[in-house]
């Protein structure tokens, strides 16, 4: 495995195991097959309403507790909640998480911020970050924070590298998580044909040699599958290097295309909603 280094001393690793949109029963699988064959990321949130299944399958897994990287979100209904942390902890089946965020600009996230603040104090967050802040959003918090996250959650890929985005971060030693890190599986991003030469190169696949440019963009990527052999094949990434000619020619690609577009009512609807806990 590799890992980056956090500006506050923190090492994380470079690829993990995503559990958005997996079911429960998907999540346990998935965070159990993945810890199991070498994985040490895994990446959840109070929204994917699968916090417990990731607990479950963490445990399953056979690993001690300190050999796993454990990232969770609070969601914006959760900010003024004075337990969100405890709650949050209760149904992870754990004392504490290696990386907490604030999952969206919603509601009053500076409280939620504060709240991150507070819980890395107390050590039970070891690092913490922000999700979806970029824009205006970031620069408010850049005038209000106590303590300089270490991680901002993003939507990155070969179509959009997020370059304005990293020169912020970057002055910061904040680093980039990347979500859509395969453009949300557009097919379009996957065939081309930089992607396909360089996999008859390497004996990759376009999809592991566009993981394996966000590793060397220095990005920590965490897809999520609930299909085994993805699994393996999303990890299978660290035996090769991509040259800087290559990473040149890949940059090319960059259009500023995004796929996920949010708008200030969904910010608002986010602020309202609250997520359906998996019960005990």
């Excluded at 040699?209 to 599958?225: C, D, E, K, N, Y």
Aim: contains cysteine; charged residues 25%.
């Amino acid at each position: 495995m590799e890992y980056i280094l956090l500006n506050n001393g923190v090492k994380c690793p470079s690829v993990g195991i995503g559990t958005f949109m997996l079911s429960p029963s998907d999540a346990e699988n998935s965070v159990r097959e993945a810890l199991k064959m070498g994985y040490s990321l895994v990446d959840t949130a109070n929204a994917y309403v699968n916090e417990r299944a990731v607990g479950r399958g963490i445990r399953a897994s056979g690993l001690p507790r300190e050999e796993v990287f454990l990232s969770t979100k609070l969601w914006p209904s959760e900010y003024e909640n004075p337990n969100a942390l405890e709650e949050t902890l209760e149904r992870l089946g754990v004392d504490y998480v290696d990386l907490l965020y604030i999952h969206q600009p919603a509601g009053n996230w500076l409280a939620g911020y504060r709240r991150l603040e507070k819980a890395f104090r107390e050590g039970k967050a070891r690092s913490i970050g922000i999700s979806n802040f970029e824009g205006k959003y970031l620069e408010e918090l850049k005038t209000k924070w106590e303590i300089v996250p270490q991680f901002m959650q993003a939507e990155a890929h070969p179509y959009d590298t997020q370059k304005e985005l990293r020169e912020t971060l970057d002055s910061f030693g904040i680093r980039l998580m990347s979500w859509y890190p395969l453009g949300h599986g557009d097919k379009s991003l996957l065939k081309e044909p930089v992607f396909e030469t360089l996999g008859r190169k390497y004996g990759k696949s376009p999809a592991q040699v566009i993981l394996r440019w966000h590793t060397q963009m220095g990005f920590a990527v965490i897809p999520g599958s609930r299909n085994v052999d993805h699994i393996r094949d999303n990890l299978n990434i660290l035996d090769f290097c991509l040259t800087e000619e290559e990473m040149a020619e890949i940059a090319k690609l960059d259009a500023g295309r995004r796929y996920y577009h949010r708008t200030d009512e969904q910010l608002s609807q986010f602020a309202g909603w609250r997520p359906a806990f998996e019960k005990r």
